[in-house]
């Protein structure tokens, strides 16, 4: 039996045409849908022709979005000596050495970001089931192992993200709130479309972008047209 789909949800699904939508017409559209009674996030999914089962077809990396996230990003840092008080006077919300690697192996998980010095990955390694499930292992290609720690709070609290394509090459990113302005959503939307080609897996053959649709948090998915996405000029955006 299908899930069953509620009226609010099937009333917003029909203002969605099938067709492909020009990306700030989707944005506006995806505005109009997102009528649940909290701040919705905004949404992309993206299917790449790509098949992470080989190393040489996976995507993993970091977008600066320029409008930000529309979230308070809490930051944790594991350090040694001047780092854990750097790392205090740079705005993180939670620094530390041994002490917090215990605390996080006792369940505290009050951060969205883990950023670690390389000196200290040795010890952060055993807590990686305990991270790993929850995307918050350190990484390098994830710019959360890094000796400026300073650069990298300021970056993840002022809108960069990590993301990466699943087992079945989709990415699935949050790009800013549903409260942001369609011109906003659009410019974080071509940052993250930029960053994707730019990074695209050496693997990667024949067509590599196959579909791409937002959403609202709880609203329908809108495709949206790649190629005038991937033409569209960051002037015109902005």
Do not use: C
């Amino acid at each position: 039996m299908g899930k069953k789909i509620s009226r609010r949800l099937q009333a917003l699904q029909d203002k969605v045409e099938d067709r492909d939508y020009t990306p700030l017409e989707a944005l506006a559209l995806l505005k109009e849908t997102a009528t649940a009674k909290f701040a919705e996030a905004a949404e992309a999914h993206i299917r790449l022709g790509i098949d992470p089962k080989y190393t040489d077809q996976q995507l993993r990396t970091t977008v600066a979005l320029p409008k930000g996230t529309g979230q308070i990003v809490r930051v944790a840092v594991i350090a040694r000596g001047e780092k854990v008080t750097e790392a205090t006077n740079a705005g993180a919300d939670i620094a530390g050495s041994e002490e917090l690697i215990d605390q996080i192996q006792k369940g505290m998980m009050d951060f969205d970001k883990l950023i670690a010095t390389p000196d200290v990955m040795p010890m952060v390694a055993k807590l990686g089931k305990l991270l790993g499930p929850r995307g918050l292992m350190p990484s390098p290609k994830g710019g959360t192992v890094t000796t400026d720690v300073a650069s990298a709070i300021a970056e993840f609290k002022a809108g960069k993200l990590e993301f990466r394509a699943d087992r079945t090459g989709i990415v699935h990113v949050m790009f800013g709130k549903a409260s942001f302005a369609p011109e906003d959503l659009l410019i974080n939307l071509k940052a993250l479309q930029e960053t994707i080609d730019r990074n695209r897996p050496s693997g990667a053959k024949g067509r590599y972008w196959r579909t791409f649709y937002v959403s609202a948090t709880m609203g329908p998915s809108i495709k949206i047209d790649i190629s005038a996405l991937r033409d569209l000029k960051l002037t015109e955006a902005a």
